[in-house]
């Protein structure tokens, strides 16, 4: 290891990161606190040390900087950062530990953690553990950044840019998306290459999706106490490179090819209109508590980039149940997350964001519940401000759950959605009044702070827990391949009275998940607001009982492309159902109902139903027993234009939703409606053609069902 013999000229302390110019590269790193910092290069990135290294001479504003006349696109380096190390009181530098920048481009290789990369000396019966310092060097087992060339041809490239409350969003994981797809070649399955395939972006079109959200492609670490079990980090949701697209899921290989792959990606998706929102992790990173590695940030300048415990200074608050929280109070972590966000929208075109837990980035100083600094600063940017912005409204701190808290730009994933539908199917009692509001799009939550329904993304299950086609066949998790004896993800007994768990079903009881399976995809359809389907969910998906995946990175968590019968039925009522809503403005108004209020009285484009075929009563909002009522649409009085400013009108439509396990008499309503009303939907039928013709005045209302009606003059 010697002194770089090359120029070394001051550089600029901005942009920070490598970055390349046709002519050499700067280089720019913050940290406040440190004593000097050290440029590593290396010539491979499983080199045991740097072949030559800088020493910054530079500092303006506590960043640290140097250019590099020589220096190309593909070298390799990292850092070694110089100051106290006082765990105790907050300080963890120790230059033996070979650091990532936190501004990164492209990380070479999966990042899994090695003792070695401990700042502290691991040793229990030590009396100075957790605090002694680690001299070991960390260079040979931490992973090298790589400089990249941001070159790239985009053809023109333009958003979709489909107007939010038209967006229907696939959530899904790169990988495990085409990881066993038949027709995609092996070397190439679990890619980014694998998901831009005219097979995949088809299946896509075919169903009717308007975005696809990615779980994290910011590059990710491996944890330790996964690794040592065997398993791995499949969600990935313990991002170290904010700025790096994940080098695992890039089939050209992990030097820098990444960039490009993914770039290559966002272009096909673009071209068949469909558009890519990133689900992003900002509120912690993947070093852990205060017992884990020293990668990045800690190393870097731990008492900025993290939430300090004021008490006890050698370790963390905790928001995120990860060990850590990023430090949005410190400008330098807002600067960063704001530049990572500005990256993947004007370097990577990107078209939004689902920010998990984001009520842990939110917070102000400790004031539990305060939307803040983050929140504000995004607002006033002019890049991000413009692209969709979706919020994970909770965190595991007190006062966390903030669902129907975020300002406007925001949509939220509405849990109270989620939890209000499924105990309603559940046949859960006292479900209808809050069901109207999740139903109509959720004014409760949104309209008083100027948001729209679109503000509501709404779900019945994500990555996170039950598959939908699970949540209908087992009342327990089974997640004993975890290897944490069954204690981790949900807890919850779904009771759903269907007998037998998972394949061992007789028929009659599978026709019963089917048609729940039927009522639940028709409601999140006919809901206002956005819908999400979590992947596979379109096609019955299977983890066989497991409710936390996050470990699992095999056929269990993959998707299944082998499909029976009742999955390909399945897939083509979705579908159906996807293309219905298109057809109908009504079925997702940009602006909320006239007649929103449950009570109201004198509703002209909104109307609740009694199965007598009345306005609801005051004293059947609030009885424990109703478990139908109709939802009455009136697509003539939606009072809105498109995008061409031409007037919208549709359809007369009429929801009718029974939860009881027994069918129950509908009448319909009398008044200026035509009498037949046609059949559109019956999720008691599992097939189109069961249920074509029309109905007058009074129908039997099928147990556990959905019935869409259309009003024919």
């Known amino acids: 290891m010697k002194q770089y013999a090359g120029r070394v000229l001051p550089g600029r302390p901005y942009p920070l990161g490598a970055t390349w110019d046709g002519e050499g590269v700067n280089f720019a790193i913050f940290s406040e606190h440190a004593a000097a910092v050290k440029l590593c290069l290396f010539h491979k990135p499983d080199d045991l040390k740097e072949y030559a290294y800088v020493n910054f001479r530079e500092v303006t504003g506590y960043v640290w900087h140097a250019y590099l ?18 765990p105790a009181e907050g300080f963890r530098y120790n230059p033996h530990k070979l650091l990532l920048d936190p501004y990164a481009k492209a990380i070479a290789g999966p990042v899994k953690i090695d003792e070695k990369m401990l700042g502290y000396k691991p040793d229990k019966k030590d009396p100075r553990y957790p605090f002694k310092k680690d001299i070991r060097d960390s260079a040979a087992v931490t992973n090298k950044c790589i400089v990249v060339d941001p070159e790239f041809d985009w053809e023109g490239d333009q958003s979709p840019d489909i107007p939010m409350q038209e967006s229907i969003i696939y959530e899904l994981h790169v990988k495990g998306f085409t990881a066993g797809h038949p027709d995609i070649p092996g070397e190439l399955r679990g890619t980014y290459r694998a998901l831009m395939s005219e097979k995949v972006i088809s299946y896509f079109k075919n169903l009717g999706i308007t975005a696809i959200e990615l779980m994290p492609v910011q590059h990710f670490v491996h944890d330790w106490f996964l690794v040592e079990k065997g398993l791995h980090n499949y969600w990935g949701y313990n991002t170290i490179g904010f700025f790096a697209p994940h080098a695992e899921y890039c089939s050209m290989g992990h030097a820098g090819q990444q960039v490009r792959e993914f770039k290559e ?10 558009e890519v929102i990133l689900d992003v992790v900002y509120n912690h990173t993947g070093e852990g508590n205060h017992l884990g590695p020293t990668i990045c940030f800690r190393g870097i300048d731990n008492l900025n980039y993290y939430r300090i415990n004021t008490e006890k200074p050698g370790e963390y608050i905790d928001y995120t ?10 400008a330098q972590s807002l600067r960063l997350v704001m530049d990572s966000l500005r990256y993947w929208i004007t370097e990577m075109h990107v078209d939004g964001f689902r920010f998990d837990l984001a009520s842990a980035l939110a917070r102000g100083l400790y004031e539990v519940g305060k939307l803040s600094t983050f929140l504000d600063t995004i607002h006033q940017d002019p890049v991000i401000s413009r692209v969709k912005l979706i919020a994970e409204p909770w965190d595991i701190g007190q006062g966390g759950y ?19 539908v499924r105990k309603f199917w559940r046949g859960d009692e006292s479900q209808v009044k809050e069901l109207a509001y999740r139903l109509s799009g959720s004014s409760d939550l949104y309209e008083d702070d100027g948001r729209l329904p679109s503000a509501s993304i709404n779900f019945i299950t994500c990555h996170d827990g039950f598959t939908l086609h699970d949540l209908v066949s087992y009342n327990e998790k089974h997640n004993l391949a975890n290897k944490e004896n069954n204690r981790d993800g949900e807890s919850h007994n779904h009771s759903w009275n269907s007998g037998a768990e998972g394949p061992t079903a007789d028929r009659k009881i599978i026709s019963l998940r089917e048609q729940r399976k039927r009522s639940f995809m028709a409601t999140l359809m006919l809901s206002q607001g956005v819908p999400m389907i979590s992947h596979g969910d379109e096609c019955g998906r299977t983890q066989h009982g497991n409710n936390n995946v996050y470990c699992q990175d095999n056929e269990q968590s993959w998707f299944n492309w082998a499909w029976d019968e009742n999955q390909q039925a399945f897939f083509e009522f979705t579908r159906r159902m996807i293309a219905l809503r298109k057809e109908h403005p009504v079925t997702h108004k940009r602006r909320f109902f006239k007649g929103r209020r449950i009570r109201g009285a004198g509703v002209k484009d909104i109307r609740w139903l009694n199965t007598e075929g009345l306005d609801m009563t005051d004293d059947q909002w609030d009885a424990d027993f109703i478990r139908c009522m109709g939802m009455l649409l009136n697509g003539e009085l939606i009072n809105e234009v498109n995008e061409k400013g031409e007037p919208l009108s549709d359809d007369i439509l009429l929801l009718v939703v029974n939860s009881f396990w027994e069918a129950i008499g509908f009448s319909l309503p009398d008044g200026t409606l035509g009498e037949e009303w046609e059949v559109l939907v019956d999720t008691s039928k599992d097939h189109p053609k069961h249920h074509a013709g029309t109905i007058t005045k009074v129908f039997n209302m099928p147990p556990r069902s959905l019935v869409l009606l259309r009003n024919l003059p």
């Open 402 to 420: 903030q669902v129907g808290n975020f300002p406007v730009l925001w949509a939220e994933w509405n849990g109270k959605y989620r939890d209000c």
């Open 321 to 330: 149940g990860t060990g850590n929280t990023m430090n949005m109070l410190c």
């Open 69 to 86: 006349p020589d220096i190309q696109p593909g070298q390799l380096y990292g850092y070694r950062v110089f100051g106290r190390y006082k």
């Open 265 to 274: 990606l966002i272009k096909a998706y673009h071209k068949a209109g469909i």
